[in-house]
C-alpha cells in the first residue's frame, strides 16, 4: 500500500472521512505514511473506510463527531494530540446540504442562508481547534475543499455563496496563522463523475429523480466543461491533496489549488 512516504508518521484528521472523497483522501493520506483519524456522523461508513486502509497495512482510526460542534471538535482534537503526539493535518470535507437546480429568484432563505452557515461554521470550528494546536507545535497544514463556484455558476443555489465564504476564510485565517508555521489553503474541484449519482443528485434537486438517460448526459456535459474535455477522477483529486499536505508543497498556502480540469479560471 505505502508507495511514497511523503506524509510518513504525519497525523491526519479527516472530517467526512467515510464519504467519497473522504474515502479516497483517507487512503491516499494512508498510503503516503500518514496515521489517519476519520471523523464524521456514521460510524458504519467510517469504520468501512477504516477497515479497508487497515487491511492494505495503513492505520486509521474512527470518531462520531458533528463538525459544527465545538466543544465536540475540541475535545477530538486533544484525544488525538494526547494519543498521538501532534496534529499535522487537518481536513474538512463535511457537507453543507446545498440545493441546487432551482434559480435564486425561487429560492427559499432557508436553502441560501443554511448552507453558507453550515459550510462556514464547520470549517471554522474545525480549522480552529486545530490551528490552536498547530501554531503551539509550530507546524501543520489545514486543507478545505470546494468547487470554486464563487466564480460564479448559474442555478447551484447557495453553493457560490458558501463557496466564498469558505474561500475568504481560508485567505484569511492563512495570513493570519503564517508567520507561526501553519499552512492553510484549499482545493476546487466540481462534478467528480465517481462520486455521482442519480440518487445522490436527487438529493440536491428536492427529491426528484432523473432518468438514466438524462444522468448519462450531464456527465457527458460535465466533461465537455472542461477545458481538458474530461472530469477530474478521485484518485487526481487524493493525490493532489496529499502533495498539498506534504512538505513538498511547503511554499503554498493562502490559496486554492483549481483541480477542476479548467473548468473555472483561477
Do not use: C
Not at 41 to 69: F, Q
Not at 102 to 129: C, E, H, I, S, Y
Amino acid at each position: 500500500m505505502r508507495t511514497n512516504m511523503v506524509l510518513d508518521k504525519k497525523n491526519a484528521v479527516i472530517y467526512g472521512g467515510g464519504g467519497a472523497i473522504g474515502s479516497a483522501v483517507a487512503k491516499a493520506f494512508a498510503a503516503a505514511g500518514a496515521n489517519v483519524h476519520l471523523v464524521g456522523r456514521t460510524k458504519e461508513t467510517l469504520d468501512a473506510v477504516a477497515g479497508e486502509i487497515t487491511a492494505a497495512g495503513g492505520n486509521a482510526s474512527v470518531a462520531v463527531v458533528d463538525a459544527t460542534d465545538e466543544a465536540a471538535v475540541e475535545a477530538h482534537v486533544k484525544s488525538v494530540v494526547a494519543d498521538a503526539g501532534t496534529l499535522d493535518i487537518s481536513l474538512n470535507l463535511v457537507t453543507r446540504g446545498d440545493v441546487q437546480g432551482v434559480p435564486l429568484l425561487d429560492l427559499p432563505t432557508k436553502d441560501v442562508v443554511g448552507p453558507v452557515a453550515t459550510g462556514l461554521t464547520a470549517n471554522f470550528v474545525t480549522a480552529r481547534a486545530a490551528a490552536r494546536q498547530m501554531v503551539e507545535q509550530g507546524s501543520g497544514v489545514i486543507l478545505a475543499l470546494n468547487s470554486g463556484s464563487a466564480h460564479g455558476s448559474p442555478m447551484m443555489g447557495a453553493t457560490g455563496p458558501a463557496d466564498a465564504a469558505i474561500d475568504a476564510f481560508v485567505r484569511n485565517l492563512a495570513a493570519e496563522i503564517g508567520p507561526r508555521g501553519v499552512r492553510v489553503l484549499g482545493v476546487w474541484t466540481a462534478g467528480l463523475p465517481e462520486t455521482l449519482s442519480r440518487e445522490k443528485l436527487a438529493t440536491f434537486s428536492g427529491g426528484v429523480m432523473m432518468e438514466e438517460e438524462a444522468f448519462q448526459g450531464i456527465l457527458q456535459n460535465l466533461d465537455q466543461m472542461r477545458m481538458t474535455r474530461r472530469s477530474p477522477r478521485l484518485s487526481e483529486v487524493a493525490a493532489t491533496l496529499t502533495f498539498l499536505a506534504s512538505d513538498h508543497a511547503a511554499a503554498i498556502t493562502g490559496t486554492f489549488v483549481n483541480a477542476t480540469s479548467g473548468m473555472f479560471p483561477s
